[in-house]
């Protein structure tokens, strides 16, 4: 690793190619110093703190304990400025700030719906946006996710596919939307740090250390981009996000999101083990061919093989099936049956989740009748399987399911087919 001054010289450019079809963008690199050098910790694993440290100048015993203080100031407290970080000598945070910065993406709009959803235009250091939503319930707070500034992939029901894949999320910017939205819920734990405070000045001695109720309860990595398209990204901040130094929300608490990138779910199930959903959306090849083009490259039975073979999946750990309801596309009750058929064949521990389809400008489907939605629903339910119909959230601000699209792309019709061919030529030269 070079050191702040070095890097930024000999990588002016913060972004480096990456070549091939389906990993077509620049992606920026995990540890990039910022214009004026420092180089921001969030995202970075503990070690490669210490290691960073080290490169700076402390001594390795230093520069391990300084790094478990800092990641527990980042992850635990939500603290940004070294000067808040009390049990760090008063003379090295003033040090450590001239090195170093702990970022956030940047607000560009938040909105609040009439029901309670929050929308997050974010923006990375370099200029691109990209979205995440908070859908508060009664019983928790989901928070979805981003992996990447657009999509590789053109799902046609699916607003964030018109939009040209920008690139994909670091590590930093990935957790970094967790922690922003902590930071909005005021859900950092206040007072001092009881039995945390190895050396130095205490300021707060006064409070207490209390973890309060999280509002953000769970995660899914559903917003735009397809994670396992970004997989190492993606899997180094769900890292953070569940390491019990790190943020602590139980991997119980997260869902991973894929429209079926089939070689990616083993690794999926291996190294980070996360609950798996699924954007099934059609039982026959012919119509998942047209609405999920990826199943142009991995059908449905390999997808569902390798859902069957996922490790921990049970029937208290369920596999979620989204399913968007288009009406005459993928609803009648011979596609409700065959749905039962497919998952009984493959044993799978699954629920279906009916997402009556929102609409976005220029899409080109409707919304099934929700009589027919509820006998789509009942199907599934006589089977045994549970189906339940998401209500729709945040429709108003546009950040319900297959929603999300910043406006930075806007496109014409006829480059939205172009791009539509272009994605589907990458999807079958492969990866
Ligand atoms: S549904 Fe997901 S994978 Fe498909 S285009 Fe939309 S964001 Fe991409």
């Avoid at 657009?150 to 939009?163: A, E, I, Q, R, Y």
């Avoid at 997989?231 to 991997?251: C, E, I, P, T, W």
């Avoid at 429209?259 to 059609?282: F, K, Q």
């Avoid at 061919?289 to 997808?303: A, T």
Wanted: net charge negative; charged share 25%.
């Amino acid at each position: 690793m070079n050191s702040p001054q070095t890097s930024a010289s000999q990588h002016p450019a913060h972004h480096m190619p990456i070549p091939g079809l389906t990993d077509p963008v620049p992606v920026a690199r995990p540890i990039t110093p910022r214009a004026d050098g420092r180089i921001d910790l969030l995202g970075v694993a503990r070690p490669a703190i210490t290691e960073l440290l080290i490169e700076a100048g402390l001594e390795p015993k230093a520069a391990k304990l300084r790094a478990k203080q800092v990641y527990h100031w980042i992850y635990h407290r939500g603290v940004t400025d070294f000067a808040e970080m009390t049990d760090i000598a008063k003379g090295l945070r003033p040090w450590l700030s001239e090195r170093f910065v702990i970022g956030r993406p940047d607000i560009v709009t938040a909105q609040i719906s009439s029901d309670g959803t929050r929308k997050w235009l974010l923006s990375t250091t370099d200029g691109h946006e990209f979205e995440m939503v908070f859908i508060p319930d009664e019983a928790r707070g989901t928070l979805c996710v981003s992996s990447q500034v657009g999509c590789t992939l053109n799902c046609t029901f699916c607003h964030t596919g018109t939009m040209r894949l920008v690139r994909n999320l670091t590590p930093g910017e990935i957790v970094g939307q967790v922690m922003l939205a902590r930071d909005a819920l005021g859900e950092w734990p206040k007072g001092n740090m009881a039995g945390f405070a190895p050396d130095t000045d205490e300021e707060d001695e006064e409070d207490t250390y209390s973890p309060d109720g999280r509002l953000l309860t769970n995660i899914v990595m559903m917003g735009m981009g397809e994670p396992l398209y970004n997989f190492d990204n993606v899997r180094d901040a769900l890292k953070l996000v569940m390491d019990g130094d790190g943020l602590a929300l139980s991997r119980r608490r997260i869902t991973l999101s894929t429209s079926g990138v089939v070689p990616m779910i083993a690794r999926t199930g291996a190294e980070i083990n996360v609950n798996l959903a699924i954007s099934l959306h059609a039982v026959t090849k012919q119509v998942r061919d047209e609405i999920v083009p990826i199943n142009r490259k991995y059908g449905i039975e390999e997808l569902l093989e390798a859902c069957a073979a996922y490790p921990g999946a049970s029937n208290s750990r369920r596999i979620t099936f989204e399913y968007v309801m288009l009406a005459g596309k993928n609803d009648s009750d011979a596609d409700a049956r065959e749905l039962v058929r497919l998952l009984r064949h493959y044993r799978l521990p699954a629920k279906v989740n009916l997402i009556p389809f929102n609409p976005w400008p220029g899409a080109v489907y409707e919304c099934s009748p929700p009589d027919r939605i509820r006998r789509f629903s009942e199907i599934i339910f006589e089977s045994g399987i549970s189906a339940p119909i998401r209500s729709p959230r945040g429709r108003d601000i546009d950040a319900a399911c297959g929603q999300l699209k910043t406006s930075a792309a806007r496109m014409t019709r006829a480059e939205l087919d172009r791009l539509a061919e272009e994605k589907l030529a990458a999807l079958e030269v492969g990866d």
